[in-house]
């Protein structure tokens, strides 16, 4: 039997809002098309969100992602209480599709999440006026008053999590010798981001500290420690089998460990249970710029690798056309000339295939049919095998379906670095020019 863990590893936070009054924990919703399906705490939605914080709204536009229209809000940021710092957020574009009607010069507190891949946040996680200022102050004083474990042993109780599964890129990761839920987080060994993920886990004797960095050149320099220290234990015979809560005994120690240069939250620290070396999935994951997203119908934590890409990186820019029919694949457009798309199919290739180059008007393949386009426009940035996909300013959009000298200059920076670098991963015509 599956024992109940507040959708286990969903609400991946430990801070306790248990002093929340009942009028804000049940403050009642607006009438909307969409439903929301039930009320949640501040507690909740701070758990779940990938990114927290308060701020002004400098801007609203219409832009376009995974080739679909948004709202795009940006704000002047004033406090943030979770996740890296951003300025942007997209919500749908309107009311029946559960987006937040943001105006610009008002001030909101919003709980975004990584779902779409950047902060995205629907009506029901956007708060303001008395309520976000409620909201605001108890954030910021339980964070404030989050106590740091104090080194030595200590008895807690932990879950296996011998029901969870993790898969990156949609294939299953193996979790040797298995992960732990321990106060509503999934907790996985140190060696998982070494073994399966290729990440260099060291022990920097210089700092006293255990450092996870990105596998890299740099990072090999850098893992020059001492390598029985950084021989991080592996087995474990202590997790018992089933899903019950067991009492056990960890260990937190006086030495620091730090993610890419990050460090963790006193609620997130790492701890040894049965000599190895446990950390959280999702502080650790998102500090790696690891996408994680929980599904609680599978009870799967899936991860995806969504690591910023830096003009250092070079990237080239990239034009996909996608279609909404499950199973058909996207088409690369590798250039645009006199309005006829040279493209590919986007398919892994056999060693040694080289992909069939196929041409077609462009309108052709973006074309309407019964009042939808048969393939969207989106753009990415890609360095190696890694893409990040843009958001589009509308003008940008716009400009591709009906302006052919757009269209050309779009072409020209096809397949190279020959573009302005897009601010907040925001590209414009003039990004193009």
């Keep these: 039997m599956r024992t109940r863990r507040w959708l286990g590893y969903a609400v991946a936070a430990v801070m306790t809002l248990s002093a929340v009054p009942a009028g804000v924990a049940s403050v009642p919703q607006q009438a909307y098309a969409c439903s929301k399906g039930e009320i949640t705490t501040p507690e909740y939605d701070y758990s779940t969100a990938s990114h927290v914080f308060y701020g002004m709204v400098n801007k609203v536009e219409n832009v376009y992602f995974n080739g679909q229209m948004y709202r795009m809000a940006t704000f002047v940021v004033d406090a943030k209480l979770k996740g890296e710092y951003v300025r942007t957020v997209l919500t749908r574009p309107d009311s029946d599709q559960c987006g937040m009607a943001f105006e610009a010069g008002r001030s909101y507190l919003v709980y975004a999440n990584n779902r779409l891949g950047p902060p995205s946040a629907s009506v029901f996680d956007v708060f303001s006026g008395d309520e976000a200022a409620r909201r605001l102050e108890q954030a910021q004083s339980l964070i404030a008053s989050v106590p740091v474990p104090e080194p030595g042993e200590q008895r807690v109780t932990l879950y296996p999590g011998t029901d969870a599964t993790i898969t990156l890129d949609g294939q299953q990761a193996p979790v040797k010798p298995g992960s732990l839920f321990y106060k509503n987080i999934l907790y996985v060994p140190l060696t998982f981001f070494r073994d399966t993920l290729g990440y260099v886990t060291v022990w920097n004797a210089e700092a006293n500290r255990y450092d996870i960095l990105l596998r890299s050149e740099w990072a090999g320099i850098a893992a020059q420690g001492d390598q029985a220290q950084s021989a991080f234990k592996a087995d474990s015979k202590g997790i018992p089998a089933g899903t019950e809560p067991f009492e056990a005994t960890v260990t937190y120690s006086n030495v620091q460990a730090r993610v890419d240069g990050g460090k963790y939250a006193p609620e997130h620290l790492p701890f040894t249970y049965d000599g190895v070396v446990f950390v959280p999935l999702r502080e650790t994951a998102e500090k790696l710029g690891i996408q994680v997203t929980w599904d609680p119908g599978s009870y799967t934590a899936m991860l995806k690798d969504i690591r910023p890409i830096h003009p250092m990186d070079h990237p080239v820019l990239v034009m996909k056309l996608s279609s ?110």
């Design 324 to 433: 909404d029919t499950d199973g058909v694949p996207d088409l690369i457009v590798d250039r645009i000339e006199n309005d006829q798309a040279t493209y590919r199919v986007d398919r892994k290739l056999q060693y040694g295939e080289k992909p069939e180059q196929l041409s077609a008007p462009f309108l052709d393949l973006v074309k309407e049919t019964d009042g939808a386009r048969e393939r969207r426009i989106r753009l990415f940035l890609k360095s190696g095998d890694r893409e990040n996909e843009l958001v589009m300013t509308e003008d940008l959009m716009h400009s591709l379906l009906t302006n052919p000298l757009v269209r050309t200059s779009a072409s020209l920076t096809l397949g190279r670095d020959f573009f302005y670098w897009p601010d907040d991963y925001v590209i414009g015509t003039p990004n193009i020019h």
